[in-house]
């Protein structure tokens, strides 16, 4: 895929600006460029337009990336949509009518000062670099990069009581203490790192400093702390977090949401606070379909987050983007978790969660597995075991693998493929919002100076007018308002007309039935006409204005 920048590293956030503002001056009709937030780190949320002509005037598609700070690749996947778009819509007229049909916004980085810690030090961190629940580092063993060489890994620490010994066939690998292993040597496995006050015995783990989870603060489905560790004090507590939901409440011409994250490789979509099956049918169809879409071009299943992602379905965690946006807003929207190590590996998809629980050698296996690959694919990222003089713990050995950049994101040989199918996915999505066309106008004389005057819209997309079930049950706007603005005096019909909702070609209940027969049955109209009488000699102009929440503002008009 055509690009302008390349897509094999991880941009820190001067490069991203840096392309971002590139975008902006080359490209100034197309895409406009906008800072939500600075943050306390003195760095932008930038937000992207990318629109062919005014884009409050169309429907319009949402993507996002960087809720969570290590999970890089979501915002390399946003560049690389913005990347592709721009570069090629002058010689693609499939992206030049894209455009033109639907306004695209892109949240690149949302949080830009959790991404620079990630991708400048060693250290892992859930969203931001902001102290939470304690202002200092509590006691206890944490990571630290000890052995300078740029990553956290990992630390065996002997010990008689230890959980952990080596693979007797693979020191590199390490295994469980089996129920009867009594006699040998022994580990404590931990993160490299060290230990703020005493040396406990055992070895106290501190709490991470930095727990802020931005897709724990959204305020829909929110919970407090002990529910959901990195919620926040109360919802939108984060500056980023309101940034985007006043963003989104700003452009309600949004009709489809995909936020990226990483990792896993699987399409999740809401609702994430109760099954699927106690949800409208016709949206989750939708969710599926669309859905299925994302499995063709990523090689990704597409599943519900409550009945096939969490592992706990009574005190699951929420306050998600995902279900904010369908839930409270009925905005369609898909979490995407990009590149799967696992599966390359040869340990399997972990979603949906299988019933069985894989066993402890099961997992042996999976850990070796993941090792060979990264040896294979990665090897710069695999760290031999060395010991180490730790300075409070005296000899340990540290080893392992480099988590970041090959579990929780792509090595950078693989990134530009990853980026590639995220592209490719979202790019087919942002089609399915709702698009209103005028597909007739006519005037008529049928009297001394009266005419009679018909409109016909058409909704040409998958998704209907009111873009989900959901949002009618929220009692959201959804009705298509036609208004007509002329000097002649109406004689028949409302100045001002509403059509409650067009369908779309998704609501049509068909499919292949019993004996492979193919039938439509009845459906609800994706098409409507409504008329007017109006009195006024002939010459005189009559304009009309259309004007729909989710899928667009029209302008037409015509001379008696
Ligand atoms: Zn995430």
Not at 19 to 45: D, I, M, N, W
Not at 168 to 183: C, F, T
Not at 196 to 206: D, F, H, M, Q, S
Not at 514 to 521: D, E, L, P, V
Request: hydrophobic letters at 35%.
């Amino acid at each position: 895929m055509k690009t302008t920048f390349t897509y094999d590293d991880y941009y820190t956030y001067a490069t991203l600006e840096e392309h971002l503002q590139f975008f902006a001056s080359t490209y100034p009709q197309v895409c406009q460029l906008e800072s939500l937030l600075v943050t306390p780190k003195g760095r932008h949320v930038y937000a992207v337009t990318l629109s062919i002509g005014d884009p409050a005037a169309k429907p319009a598609y949402y993507i996002d990336g960087n809720t969570h700070a290590g999970e890089v690749t979501g915002s390399m996947a946003a560049m690389h949509t913005i990347d592709y778009l721009l570069t090629n819509m002058d010689s693609d007229p499939k992206i030049h009518a894209l455009l033109e049909r639907v306004t695209i916004y892109v949240i690149p980085r949302l949080s830009p000062d959790g991404a620079e810690r990630y991708l400048t030090s060693a250290y892992s961190l859930r969203s931001v670099d902001r102290p939470y629940l304690s202002k200092t580092q509590q006691p206890g063993l944490y990571e630290e990069d000890m052995d300078q060489n740029g990553i956290i890994a990992m630390m065996r620490v002997p010990s008689p009581y230890g959980a952990w010994k080596k693979d007797p066939h693979n020191e590199a690998v390490m295994i469980k203490r089996a129920p009867d292993d009594l006699e040998g040597e022994f580990y404590q496995v931990y993160a490299e790192g060290c230990v703020e006050g005493e040396v406990t015995n055992p070895l106290k783990v501190a709490p991470a400093l930095w727990g802020l989870d931005f897709n724990r603060n959204y305020p829909f489905g929110w919970y407090t702390e002990n529910r959901q560790p990195g919620a926040g004090p109360y919802p939108l507590s984060n500056p980023e977090n309101k940034a985007v939901v006043d963003f989104v409440l700003s452009h309600p011409n949004i009709g489809g949401v995909a936020t990226h994250h990483t990792n896993g490789g699987i399409i999740l979509y809401p609702p994430g606070t109760q099954s699927s099956s106690k949800a409208s049918k016709k949206d989750m169809r939708f969710f599926r379909e669309i859905g299925a879409m994302g499995t063709e071009e990523m090689g990704y299943g597409c599943i519900n987050i409550f009945d096939s992602f969490f592992t706990d379905q009574e005190a699951y965690s929420s306050g998600a983007f995902d279900d904010w946006c369908y839930q409270s807003q009925g905005i369609p929207a898909y979490t995407i978790e990009l590149w799967d190590l696992e599966v390359r590996s040869g340990c399997g998809c972990p979603w949906p969660v299988p019933k069985e629980p894989k066993t402890t050698a099961q997992k042996a296996e999976d850990y070796a597995r993941i090792l060979a690959w990264c040896q294979e694919n990665a090897p710069e990222a695999i760290l031999p075991w060395r010991h180490f003089d730790h300075p409070q713990l005296g000899d340990v050995e540290i080893g392992g693998f480099d988590f970041k950049m090959t579990y929780q994101n792509p090595p950078r040989s693989f990134l530009c493929q990853e980026v590639e199918k995220a592209t490719r996915f979202t790019l087919r999505m942002a089609a399915t919002v709702p698009c209103l066309k005028i597909t007739n106008l006519k005037q008529y004389q049928v009297g001394e100076d009266v005419w009679k005057i018909e409109l016909s819209l058409a909704n040409t997309s998958y998704l209907p007018t009111y873009v989900s079930d959901m949002l009618m049950e929220l009692k959201l706007p959804h009705a298509i308002e036609v208004k007509l603005e002329t000097e002649a005096e109406i004689v028949m019909g409302e100045k001002c007309q509403t059509i409650e909702r067009l369908e779309g070609y998704g609501c049509i209940p068909t499919d292949y039935s019993y004996g492979a027969k193919i039938r439509t049955n009845n459906y609800e109209p994706i098409e409507k006409t409504i008329s007017w009488v109006v009195k006024a000699p002939s010459g005189t102009s009559v304009s009309i204005a259309i004007d729909s929440p989710k899928a667009g503002h029209l302008k037409t008009g015509c001379t008696l």
